[in-house]
């Protein structure tokens, strides 16, 4: 495959993976906001069911758990991908899959984030979907994350840098 249709095909693959990756992050936004809304505001009032407080202390525990072993997992998948594949088409599906699988993680910590302030309104919770944000934005799939995470140098660093030139309108 010469490199211009492979940069295609990772252009189209990039685009996919973004979108599915902002897909990841805007649906437990609002879904937190309202909660958080909720607990600060005082003006709402739900007539929400009384759970034990255990269940207060094991979401937040497995919400630790999760922000920790997604990085701990991404960095295992990435560095799998840097020793074992030599293509760089299949170099950026790798990254592709771990990229979103590690913001699938993130869904799930932003809608349990939720869920804990909605019913506990532990702070704990807002401080676990605040540090949830910062991977969110220091992990967001751009050409110059992938170079970096996978090592690339020479023909493969430039062909991957190419995916964030818009293509021309004719």
């Given at each position: 495959?010469d490199s211009e249709?492979q940069?295609?095909l990772?252009?189209?693959?990039?685009r996919?993976?973004?979108?599915?990756v902002?897909?990841?992050?805007?649906i437990?936004l609002?879904i937190?906001a309202?909660a958080?809304m909720?607990?600060?505001?005082?003006n709402?009032e739900?007539?929400?069911?009384e759970?034990p407080?255990v269940?207060?202390?094991?979401i937040l525990?497995?919400v630790s758990?999760?922000?920790?072993?997604?990085?701990?997992?991404y960095t295992?998948r990435?560095r799998?991908?840097?020793?074992?594949?030599?293509?760089?088409n299949q170099?950026i599906?790798?990254?592709?899959?771990?990229?979103?699988l590690?913001?699938?993680h993130?869904?799930?910590?932003?809608?349990?984030?939720?869920?804990?302030?909605?019913?506990?309104e532990?702070q704990?919770?807002?401080?676990a979907?605040?540090?949830?944000?910062?991977?969110?934005?220091l992990?967001k799939?751009?050409p110059?994350?992938?170079?970096?995470?996978l090592?690339?140098k020479g023909d493969e660093?430039e062909m991957?840098?190419?995916?964030q030139k818009?293509?021309?309108?004719d």
């Open positions: 495959m249709n940069v295609e990772m252009k189209k693959d990039f996919v993976l973004e979108r599915n902002l897909l990841l992050i805007a437990p609002p937190f309202f958080y909720y607990v600060t505001s005082g709402l739900f007539n929400l069911p759970l407080q269940f207060n202390y094991v525990g497995l758990a999760v922000l920790v072993m997604q990085q701990i997992a295992k990435i799998v991908i840097r020793g074992n594949t030599d293509d760089l170099k599906k790798g990254y592709a899959r771990a990229i979103f590690r913001y699938w993130l869904f799930w910590v932003g809608i349990l984030s939720a869920f804990g302030l909605f019913f506990y532990n704990g919770f807002t401080i979907y605040a540090v949830t944000l910062v991977f969110v934005s992990s799939p751009m110059n994350r992938v170079v970096s995470a090592h690339l660093k991957v840098m190419e995916i818009r293509d021309e309108l």
